[in-house]
């Protein structure tokens, strides 16, 4: 029985192997998951229905198992009309999320296409794609090591 809040078999599979400096993508459901995404990359879906499950949700369950040295949001363009809005409602919630873990973390914007290029990366080793209907509420992880 595992104490910590992620239990999914595989991604706990593909955490586990990986090491630092690793990328996770918690990939909202607007993502193109199937085409943008590392070589080494495995996909985990777990798009059931629009709003189940949320990235939120999978980055707090991620949060209680993996140390995360970076925490990289899909940053809007200025040209973007989304632009105009300010930064997304959702971003406020990840903050609180990885507050609530304990780490200090500063949740850091990567203007859209970088992030699209971080993903493609070899470093990129997993995509969690969810059903989560916010707009930019993709979340790219870095992995930290364990220091004890």
């Not at 809005?85 to 949740?107: D, T």
Request: glycine content about 6%.
């Amino acid at each position: 029985m595992l104490k910590t809040s992620l239990t999914h078999p595989d991604i706990l599979r593909i955490v586990a192997r990986a090491g630092h400096h690793a990328r996770i993508l918690i990939a909202d459901g607007n993502y193109p998951a199937s085409s943008k995404r590392g070589p080494n990359a495995e996909l985990v879906c777990l798009n059931l229905t629009p709003g189940v499950v949320t990235v939120a949700q999978v980055l707090r369950a991620l949060l209680s198992a993996v140390p995360i040295d970076q925490v990289n949001t899909m940053g809007i363009p200025a040209d973007d009309p989304y632009a105009r809005q300010g930064e997304p409602p959702v971003w406020n919630e990840y903050r609180a999320i990885i507050a609530e873990s304990g780490a200090s973390l500063k949740l850091e914007p990567v203007l859209k296409w970088d992030f699209y290029r971080q993903v493609e990366s070899p470093d990129h080793v997993l995509t969690i794609q969810t059903a989560d209907t916010a707009l930019w509420a993709n979340v790219l992880l870095t992995m930290g090591c364990r220091t004890g």
